[in-house]
C-alpha cells in the first residue's frame, strides 16, 4: 500500500505541474484545422515487442526472450516537452535446465530446476518525456515512476519461499525509461509509426518474505513498435452563422 501512495504522490505533482505550464502555453483553439503532435493535442497507441529480464540474479538467470505490450496515452504540453501514462505487460520463462534457487515445495521431484518457472510483470507506469524533431522524425525520451504486480510461478502455481512460505507475489514500486522515434503518415497526418526501446524496474526485494531466492530488484529490457493516433480534446471554435 505504502509503494501505491508514494507514486500516487509522485503522480499528482508531475500532474500539478504539468497544468501550470498548459495553463502558461494554452494552445490557440481558434485555429480551424490542427493535425498531428501539437501543443494542446492528446494521443492513444499500443506497440508490441520483446523484453529481456537482463542483470537481476535469479531473476535474469537463464531468462529468455518474450513478447512485451505497452500501451500509450499522452498529453503534448508544448514543443519539446509531453507527458505519457501508459499500461504494461510482459513475462519470461527460462532456459532448461537452469538451476533454480530453492527447491519448490509444491513439486519437490523437480529439484534446483527452472525448466517450469515463469515471471510475470504486469502493472502501469507514468513518464514526462523531452522531444525533439530531427530529419522528419519525432524523437522523445522518457523516464518516470511505476506500480508493477511482479508473480513468479512454476507450472502456473505461484511459487512459495520454502522457509517463510510467502507467495512470490506482490505489487510494488518501480521505474521506466524510454527512447524512441517516430515518422507520421502522409496520408494520414494525425497517426504515426513508432519504435521504443525501454527498460522497465521493479523493486521487490524482501529479506523477510523471500530469503531463500527471487530477493532482488526485476529489470527487463525491450524493444518496441507500434501506432499512435493524435486527437483534439476540445473542438476549434467556428465562426457564427450570421443572422438573417
Not at 495553463?23 to 520483446?50: H, L, M, Y
Not at 511482479?150 to 512460505?165: G, I
Not at 507475489?169 to 507520421?184: D, K, N
Request: glycine content about 8%; overall charge positive.
Amino acid at each position: 500500500m505504502i509503494p501505491r501512495v508514494r507514486l500516487a504522490g509522485v503522480a499528482v505533482l508531475i500532474l500539478l505541474a504539468t497544468a501550470s505550464v498548459v495553463r502558461a502555453q494554452a494552445p490557440d483553439t481558434t485555429i480551424a484545422k490542427r493535425e498531428g503532435a501539437q501543443p494542446g493535442r492528446g494521443s492513444i497507441g499500443a506497440q508490441v515487442g520483446s523484453s529481456w529480464f537482463l542483470l537481476e540474479q535469479d531473476y535474469s538467470k537463464g531468462a529468455m526472450p518474450r513478447m512485451s505490450f505497452a500501451g500509450a496515452f499522452r498529453y503534448m504540453i508544448n514543443k519539446g516537452w509531453q507527458w505519457q501514462v501508459s499500461p504494461y505487460f510482459t513475462w519470461s520463462a527460462y532456459s532448461v535446465g537452469t538451476e533454480a534457487p530453492f527447491v519448490d515445495p509444491n513439486f519437490p521431484q523437480e529439484g534446483l530446476k527452472k525448466d517450469f518457472h515463469l515471471t510475470q510483470i504486469v502493472g502501469a507506469n507514468a513518464q514526462i518525456q523531452k522531444v525533439w524533431l530531427r530529419k522528419h522524425a519525432r524523437w522523445h525520451f522518457g523516464i518516470g515512476p511505476a506500480v508493477y504486480r511482479v508473480v513468479v510461478q512454476n507450472h502456473r502455481k505461484v511459487l512459495k519461499d520454502p522457509v517463510t512460505n510467502r507467495l512470490h507475489q506482490g505489487t510494488y514500486l518501480g521505474a521506466t525509461a524510454e527512447f524512441g522515434s517516430e515518422r507520421f503518415f502522409k496520408s494520414l497526418p494525425n497517426t504515426s509509426l513508432e519504435w521504443t526501446v525501454a527498460w522497465q524496474s521493479a523493486y521487490p526485494k524482501r529479506d523477510d518474505q523471500f530469503p531463500s531466492g527471487y530477493n532482488s530488484s526485476v529489470g527487463a529490457f525491450e524493444v518496441r513498435l507500434g501506432p499512435h493516433y493524435y486527437f483534439d480534446f476540445r473542438k476549434s471554435k467556428t465562426a457564427a452563422a450570421p443572422k438573417r
